[in-house]
């Protein structure tokens, strides 16, 4: 409960006077940079090219959570192209861009409540993608219109 700039820290609950944006106690604050320190060290020392979720769990005594809550942050973001993070659900190895998530694009679009709604009722969410492709590539190209003016920006008809 927050009261003139007191609050509880989210880690161990003990009352601090809110001066930054965070929501832990320099204490703890200064454990997690310590953490992250040694999470760097651990990955560039091994000279790996991709380090395990879980060697880093045993090798740096972390939990899983806290671990996935730094990466999900960007806390690590110097040594996330090193991290081997695998899918959630399918266990395939994520690519850079999909690494703060932990879940892979096909299992994404899989369990998204959305894409299985409009299954349900039959539509082919894959055309829809292409189509959408479709539409970037004629924005970032420009699109030619019936006076075959190349026009830039903004869809005006949303037929397309």
């Known amino acids: 409960m927050a009261r003139d700039g007191l609050i509880n820290c989210k880690k161990c609950g003990t009352l ?7 929501d832990v106690c320099e204490e703890c604050f200064k454990k997690e940079l310590e953490l992250i320190d040694s999470i760097r060290n651990f990955v560039i020392s091994t000279g790996k090219d991709k380090v395990p979720l879980e060697d880093i769990i045993q090798a740096c005594s972390v939990s899983k959570n806290d671990l996935e809550d730094l990466i999900s942050r960007g806390r690590l973001f110097t040594v996330l192209p090193k991290i081997l993070i695998k899918c959630r659900f399918c266990g395939v190895e994520l690519e850079d861009d999909e690494k703060t998530g932990f879940t892979c694009k096909k299992c994404l679009m899989r369990f998204s409540p959305k894409v299985t709604e409009l299954e349900k009722k039959g539509i082919n969410i ?4 292409e189509e959408a492709r479709n539409i970037n590539r004629r924005l970032r190209g420009g699109i030619n219109t019936a006076d075959n003016d190349t026009r830039y920006g903004f869809i005006q008809n949303y037929d397309l």
Request: proline share 0%; aromatic share 28%.
């Open 16 to 22: 601090f006077f809110k001066n930054s944006g965070r």
């Open 126 to 129: 894959r055309k829809y993608e």
